[in-house]
């Protein structure tokens, strides 16, 4: 009950004396009692405050509702099976009165009573509040409810009610004083007596346990702690009191100060006279130091209108910008004239396109119609012949009829040979073409093979030469650093000191960027260069005529279009003060935070140009994504670099393309080496990819002379198979019919030559056509190449152009910056001569009311050749002097009265110190006595709880002993079982369970007749006994009932309880066995 200390503890222990007080007068009359085995018990009035009435669980444990279960004044024996809910009983009684989880063993939170699949838990405790020590009888009446609500997150709530149901409370503190008022302790093990709390504490082996049982079950180790917080407060306000008697010290110097004040007053005329001096002089030195304060302000005013170097600077660029605004008008001018005309060609090049298509289309065409003539003229050639040819055998038949059968047959074998030599032929042929197509597939294959190697050999290449160019740079710049930054910028660098020695420069240039700059954390060196990028090699100069020379000596080294980038600002030595736009972050710096510069000239360029206090560098990749993107970005902060270089926008993510700084690297060995690596590779990669291609061109040949070779077989094999097809043509001719009229074949003849004089002039007409054709399809073709050209000739016109075009943007704008830049800074010019004439407006108003007050104060002008301050310090003094001396005109009320209140606060204070002092010292006599009083208590109740344990242990023929160490802390006990006369007393280790237990009862007893509590709880006690020491244990503890008729016993346990007398002060609780859908719990009163 820790949370009941806020009560007075003198208060505390008196309560506690009269508790164990009136325990042991009530006890007193009755050690002498025996068993009740066979005693009918007589009606007994009961208790009238702190009873337990009822119980409810709902949703609790394992129980969806369970009770409400009706409780006796007197014994109440609540008996069941495992799981019937007699635990749940003794838990929701702790819990319900206010109790933490910890102290039931049952749980470590709250929420592990609430059912599984509910979200709360309700347990309802009624509380008998009668007769004249009630508690807030008019409030709640005869019983007050506490109704707890636990919740499956863990919380609670409370409600305490009036016997009508009314709500009287929900506030904790109202349950802990209902609680304290019926002196309930839940977690005294005398009051409520677990299975787990018997097992900690008088079970264990430990001496020193059982002690500290002892005294938290008679609160006398509650009464060892509220002595002890006494003593630590009576140590701090004894040192509270030494540091006020230091404080009177200081006191007493006051007072010794204002004593001397006091006793020191005197005239003071003199003092006055010269402070009256003093103020003259003070008014007119006041009209002199503005004099000479306008003066130099008129002086600042006129120097500042004489600057004309922002207007200069102004109109210079500018002039600049008109200029190249002029000459990107003329580009764009001449721009739309080419893409106008380029426009118009197009058009005619598709109208050209589109006539040779029609053209090539109907030469084609006629050149189809032409060969189909002339092969129609040669086979109708062919069959002329053929007839003739047949018309001579016809008439060489007639000559020949009787050989004529012999060598029909043999022309007949050869035809069959011939028609299997030309089926051969074919499937040659066929074969041929496929392999043809495969070797052709696999030849492109191979090209495109061959093309590919070639280009990575040239991506290859290309970075092996730029990286052989960076290590020549590297290597170089051994003895040079500058030549990091090009081959040719140590030259620049010298012929820009040569030329500003020679006064062609107003202020020296500075470059490159990169040069000037070191890092504070060099692991940070590609995030930054991916920061700067172009501007590390980028100069600055202070004005545009400045930058004019630097052109000049620029174009010495470089050729147009790739110089580097020259920015111009005017110089100054103060740094930029950026502290409202910078972006802030407790973790991470900005790129202005981890750069330095020898010249702020540098710092100033990059905060106008990249805006690096407005971005931060985060090494990590993930936690940059977080900050910039799965959130509000930090204020100020428009986005940030990783480590590995990485840009992180709030919308979107850049990934670095390099590995490793170029410029800012402080380890050149190291690249260099890294660089002979990465070469090395290279070489090996070139000559790899060399091998590759050497060995696909070969391939490449081998195939192309297959491809020729097997073209060149198919052609002999074509020809092969029109000549057997001629063959078998002719033999099939010879064989016809030879019987042919030779008058009807020579008038064929004659009509096949008029056809073929009618297809010649035919062929003739179509060849003149095709002649036609073919020249306007040449003359559609060159019309279209030549637009072609001039479509082309335009586009690289245009090239340079739109290059041209894009630099003069980029300087425009570039130009269009520095412009507004100029202009913010002109009006700020003019803005601080306006407020330098308006602050010497001011000040020449102060003047003139200065003079006219000097002029009241002393109209002659006074020549003062001090200073202000000195005057001033002087006439401070003097006023200080004449406070002191002030009392003797006017003011020695004043000084004695505050002299006689320090007197009067200096002897109060004294007292209080004293008085403390007296307090501190009969506290402490008070202490030492109190705590004799506790050690007479302590032994008396130990003396007391032997014999009660003594008493009880012989009810069962046993003996045994009690022994407390008070100065070690340690209670042992031992046992001497009857029977075991022979053997000497044991503790209770070598005891039987049934025995052990008994005993443990006895000790229980035993501190229940020398304690109070309303109620009393027993969790199965007699679970390890048997039936003798069982029956011996339940007459011990009715007997014990009967004597404290007015304390209510609630006993748990498994076993039966037929043997119990018949009494109506005796209440059996039967609990069913386990039905968890709704776990209702039946009493029978018997």
Not at 15 to 41: P, W, Y
Not at 612 to 630: F, G, N, P, S, V
Not at 666 to 686: C, F, K, P, R, Y
Not at 850 to 877: G, L, M
């Amino acid at each position: 009950m820790s949370k009941r200390k806020a009560s007075v503890i003198t208060d505390a222990s008196t309560l506690k004396n009269r508790r164990v007080t009136a325990a042991g007068a009530e006890n007193a009359t009755d050690t002498n009692h025996q068993g009740l085995s066979s005693h009918i018990f007589t009606p007994a009035p009961s208790g009238d405050i702190g009873l337990i009435e009822s119980i409810t669980l709902k949703n609790f444990m394992c129980h969806h509702s369970f009770g409400p279960v009706q409780f006796g004044p007197h014994v109440n024996f609540i008996v069941g099976n495992n799981g019937s809910g007699k635990s749940a009983i003794l838990t929701g009684l702790i819990v319900g009165l206010g109790g933490k989880a910890t102290m039931t063993n049952r749980g470590v939170s709250l929420k592990d009573f609430v059912k599984t699949g509910e979200s709360t838990a309700d347990v309802i405790v009624k509380l008998r509040n009668r007769g004249a020590d009630a508690y807030k009888k008019d409030l709640y009446g005869d019983y007050i409810t506490v109704e707890q609500r636990i919740s499956s997150d863990g919380s609670r709530g409370y409600k305490l009610k009036s016997k009508s149901g009314q709500l009287v409370s929900n506030k904790k503190e109202e349950l802990v004083a209902v609680l304290d008022h019926f002196n309930i302790q839940l977690d005294n093990p005398v009051s409520i007596l677990s299975q787990e709390m018997s097992k900690q504490f008088l079970h264990s082996k430990n001496e020193s346990d059982k002690y500290k049982f002892f005294m938290k079950a008679t609160l006398l180790e509650q009464m060892k702690r509220d002595y002890i917080h006494i003593k630590h407060t009576e140590t701090i306000t004894r040192q509270q009191v030494e540091r006020q008697e230091e404080c009177l010290k200081d006191l007493k110097q006051e007072f010794l100060q204002k004593k001397e004040r006091y006793e020191s007053l005197s005239s003071f005329s003199d003092l006055k006279e010269n402070l009256e001096s003093l103020k003259k002089q003070m008014a007119w030195c006041l009209v002199r130091d503005k004099e000479q304060s306008i003066q130099q302000l008129k002086e600042e005013i006129q120097k500042e209108e004489k600057d004309k170097k922002h207007e200069d600077n102004l109109h210079l660029c500018q002039s600049k910008l008109a200029q190249m605004e002029k000459r990107l008008q003329v580009i764009k001018k001449r721009a739309d004239s080419l893409r106008e005309e380029q426009k118009l060609l197009k058009e005619d090049n598709l109208n050209f396109k589109q006539q040779a298509k029609i053209v090539n289309k109907a030469h084609k065409e006629q050149e189809l119609v032409y060969f189909r003539a002339l092969n129609k003229l040669k086979q109708t050639e062919r069959e002329q012949n053929l007839l003739q040819e047949k018309i001579n055998k016809a008439k060489a038949s007639e000559r020949l009829n009787n050989s004529g059968e012999t060598r029909r047959s043999r022309q007949q074998a050869t035809l069959g040979e011939l028609q299997e030599q030309l089926a051969e032929l074919k499937r040659t042929c066929s074969q041929l073409n496929e392999d043809i197509k495969k070797k052709h597939q696999a030849l492109l294959k191979g090209k495109e093979e061959r093309d590919k190697l070639r280009v990575e050999a040239k991506s290859v290449q290309f970075a092996y030469e730029s990286k052989q160019k960076r290590k020549n740079q590297l290597l170089a710049s051994r003895s040079n650093k500058l030549k990091r930054f090009g081959d040719d910028v140590p030259d620049l660098i010298a012929a820009i000191s040569d030329a500003f020695a020679a006064g062609s420069f107003i202020k020296k240039p500075v470059g490159p960027i990169g040069a000037c700059i070191s890092l504070k954390d060099p692991t940070l060196a590609v995030a930054v260069e991916c920061c700067l990028r172009s501007f590390m090699k980028a100069f600055c100069c202070d004005n545009y005529k400045d930058e004019l020379v630097l052109q000049r000596l620029m174009s010495r080294f470089y050729p147009k279009g790739n110089r580097p980038q020259i920015v111009v600002s005017p110089f100054t030595d103060k740094l930029y003060n950026v502290h409202g736009r910078k972006a802030c972050h407790p973790d991470y710096p900005t790129v202005l935070d981890t750069i330095t510069s020898a010249t702020p000239v540098i710092v100033n360029c990059l905060i106008d140009m990249r805006g690096i206090e407005t971005i931060l560098i985060i090494k990590e990749k993930d936690k940059a994504r977080r900050i910039m993107q799965k959130g509000r970005p930090p204020k100020n902060c428009r986005e940030a670099f990783t480590a590995e270089g990485d840009q992180v926008f709030p919308n979107r993510y850049y990934t670095s393309e390099f590995s490793m700084a170029k410029y800012l690297s402080g380890d050149i060995e190291t690249e260099i080496h890294v660089l002979e690596s990465e070469l090395e590779n290279l070489e090996a990669q070139l000559s790899r990819f060399q091998l590759q291609v050497n060995s696909v061109s070969e391939d490449i040949v081998n195939m192309e002379s297959s491809l020729n070779n097997t073209i060149k077989t198919l052609k002999k094999t074509q020809a092969s198979e029109n000549q057997v097809k001629a063959a078998i043509s002719e033999l099939e001719t010879a064989n016809e019919e030879q019987s042919d009229d030779i008058s009807s074949l020579e008038e064929v003849a004659q009509e096949n030559q008029q056809k073929i004089e009618t297809e010649k002039q035919a062929v003739q007409e179509a060849k003149a056509e095709l002649d036609k054709q073919r020249k306007a399809s040449e003359e559609a073709d060159s019309k279209y190449s030549s637009v072609r050209d001039k479509i082309d000739q335009l586009l690289e016109e245009m090239e340079p152009l739109k290059d041209e075009q894009l630099k003069l943007e980029t300087e425009c704008v570039k130009h269009e910056r520095n412009l507004k830049l100029l202009e913010k800074k002109l009006k700020g010019h003019e803005g601080n001569i306006q407020a330098l004439k308006s602050v010497l407006s001011g000040k020449e108003q102060d003047l003139q009311e200065n003079v006219k007050k000097a002029t009241q104060i002393s109209p002659e002008r006074q020549h003062v050749t001090s200073t202000t301050k000195s005057i001033d310090s002087e006439i401070t003094r003097l006023k200080k002097k004449l406070k002191v001396y002030e009392g003797n005109h006017g003011e020695q009320e004043l000084v004695i009265r505050e002299y006689a209140e320090a007197l009067s606060l200096y002897k109060e204070k004294t007292n209080q110190v004293r008085d403390l002092r007296k307090f501190i010292d009969r506290l402490n006599n008070i202490m030492s006595d109190r705590q004799n009083r506790y050690k007479i208590m302590r032994r008396s109740l130990s003396v007391r709880c032997k014999l009660y344990f003594n008493n009880f242990l012989i009810k069962m023929n046993c003996c045994g002993a009690m022994i407390f160490d008070h100065n070690n802390e340690t209670l042992s006990i031992s046992v001497k079982p009857p029977g075991r006369d022979k053997d000497g007393a044991s503790d209770m280790r070598s005891l039987s369970g049934g025995e052990r237990s008994f005993s443990t009862v006895c000790f229980m007893l035993s501190l229940w007749e020398i304690t109070e509590s309303p109620f009393r709880c027993l969790d199965e006690f007699d679970v390890y006994m048997d039936m003798h020491n069982r029956r011996i244990c339940l007459d011990l503890l009715l007997e014990l009932s009967e004597r404290q008729h007015l304390r209510q016993f609630i006993f748990i346990t498994p076993l039966n309880t037929s043997n119990l007398p018949k009494s109506a002060l005796i209440k059996i609780h039967h609990l069913r066995d386990p039905e968890r859908e709704d776990g209702q719990s039946r009493d029978r009163d018997l």
